[in-house]
Structures are given as C-alpha cells and as structure tokens.
C-alpha cells in the first residue's frame, strides 16, 4: 500500500517532504488531546497531524506536497483507533474541494486496483445526508429540534446530552447514530459542506441555497471515516479566532487551554497559497483493503504496546 501511494504521488510530481512530530505547541481542538513531553524542562506536544507545519513549509514555497508520517492522539482507543497511527497528508496549490476529492478518489481505485474490491462513491451534502435519513436541515436546526426527533425516532441518548448543549454536538451523535449506518456498506462516501460552525481549517462559503457552509469533506467507508478534508483558510487573523474560540470550548468542557502556535498563524500572515489539503488514515484504509474488523489486525504494535 505504501508503495503505490508513494508511486501515485511521485508520478504527479507531488513532493514527500517531511516535518517534525515534535512541537512547543498543543492541538486547540476541543475534541482532541495531545500527548505530552518535556524537553530541558520545556513542555512539548506529540503532533495529532503534521498540518501545521506543512502549512509553513506550504507558505515559504507553493508547490505540492505529501508526507506519510506517524501521528498521535491522547484520548482515543478502540476497534478503529490507537493513540499511536499512520496518516498520509497532501496539500495542492490552486485546488478546489472538488478537486482534491477526485483526486483522493483515484488514490483509493489505485490503491484497491489488485484487490477484491472495486471502489464505488457517492457524493452526498452533509444537508443531504441529514435529510435523506432525518428530515433534518442541519444548517438551521436547533438543538431542541435534535432533541426532538431522538425521542421520535427512539434514539438513545448519551448521559449529559441536554437540550442545552450545542447543536453541534447533537448534529454529531445524530450523525453516527443515524446518518452513518445509511451510507453504502459496501461503498465510498463523500460527505461534503459541513455546516459552518464546524469549519475547524476549512473556508466559509454560501452553497446555492446561500446556507454559510464550511469548504470542508469526508470519505467513508461503510461507516468508518478514512479521510478528512479542507478547502484551506489562509486568513491569519479568522484563523487566530477561531483558535482563540476552540480554546474558550475547551475550557467550557473542562479542559485546559493551550498555547496557539505563533508561528503557524505568521506564516499564514506571510501568506499561504490557495490551496486544498486533506489528511488520510493509512491504518483504517488498510484495515478495508484487508478485511479487517480492528485496527490491531493491521498494526504490527498496537496499544499497549508488548
């Protein structure tokens, strides 16, 4: 797998580069947790993704790149997750969203060429996604209404899910307790248009109905989420608040706040070109191609480690 993938790139002339796994700076999602380190008495961070710094290297020179490299999260473990796993990364100049998901797309038909399976996708909005199975428009629904239709529709609800949590939040549980397991079991989906308010790094656009959607996709497998995508911001100060606002759910959440990483908000000051990017999980797309129902089945060393 990983010699096509690198076979794929080097035949676009998309250059491997390689960035640090190791960082003075934490990751400011609320959903995600470094691991830590020390370092002569300095606090540092196990990179979740090496985004950030391929961003800088993105902003000293615009030229395509990718990089396979380990990353590593504090707070997941699982069937489809371990704290230590593989993701390949890659930033094109002068892409689109759709762009970058074609391309992703003949990645994966290229990667499955010698197996039993022959990749078929669908491309559905996240609005269309949530009103096929729920009737739902996620770009103007309410938590209340959320609520709602859990009691409907006999959804279970997880203990400290209120009415009086964000709407996000029940648009994500909603999303893996209904939308998901509609998805093609034995396909690939895009899911693409992300409500605004879960932007993370992507851009801000109108869709047709003129609904501010983040320029944001991702690409499952039955339900499992290999891929997740940007139409990349590069504004320095939108960037700057929204990391000054992860920080501020972090802290309702109960978790500490981090240091923003300076240097990644100057180089986007300095100026990053246009560009999408998006961020695969090597383990989980190997985990498809092998059949197999965990990820320690795909890992020669997963958590705890022996």
């Avoid at 096509?4 to 491997?16: M, Q, T």
Wanted: hydrophobic share 40%.
């Amino acid at each position: 797998m990983l010699k096509n993938i690198r076979a794929f790139f080097d035949a676009r002339s998309v250059l491997e580069v390689e960035t640090p796994l190791l960082s003075h700076y934490a990751t400011t999602d609320p959903h995600l947790d470094s691991l830590s380190s020390c370092f002569r008495e300095q606090a540092c961070y196990l990179n979740t993704s090496p985004e950030y710094a391929m961003k800088r290297l993105l902003a000293d020179k615009p030229q395509a790149i990718y990089q396979i490299c380990k990353a590593f999260r504090d707070d997941e473990s699982g069937s489809q997750h371990n704290p230590e796993f593989t993701l390949l990364e890659w930033y094109r100049p002068g892409y689109d969203m759709q762009q970058l998901m074609a391309e992703l797309a003949e990645l994966v038909v290229n990667v499955f060429s010698d197996s039993a399976i022959t990749p078929v996708f669908e491309y559905l909005s996240y609005q269309q996604a949530f009103e096929k199975v729920t009737g739902l428009n996620p770009h103007r629904v309410s938590a209340s209404e959320c609520y709602r239709f859990a009691l409907a529709d006999g959804v279970e609800i997880p203990q400290g899910l209120t009415v009086a949590d964000d709407v996000d939040d029940w648009l994500d549980w909603l999303l893996t307790q209904r939308v998901l397991p509609a998805f093609n079991k034995q396909g690939f989906t895009f899911l693409y248009d992300y409500p605004a308010s879960q932007c993370a790094l992507a851009r801000v656009e109108n869709n047709a109905e003129q609904f501010a959607v983040a320029k944001r996709f991702e690409l499952f497998y039955a339900e499992v989420e290999l891929a997740n995508g940007f139409f990349e911001l590069t504004d320095a100060d939108e960037q700057l608040r929204r990391f000054q606002q992860e920080n501020q759910r972090r802290l309702q959440a109960g978790k500490p706040a981090v240091d923003i990483d300076q240097r990644f908000i100057a180089a986007l000051a300095h100026g990053m070109p246009s560009c999408s990017g998006v961020a695969v999980g090597l383990d989980r797309l190997l985990m498809v191609l092998s059949s197999s129902k965990r990820i320690e089945q795909v890992l020669s060393f997963s958590w705890p480690l022996a």
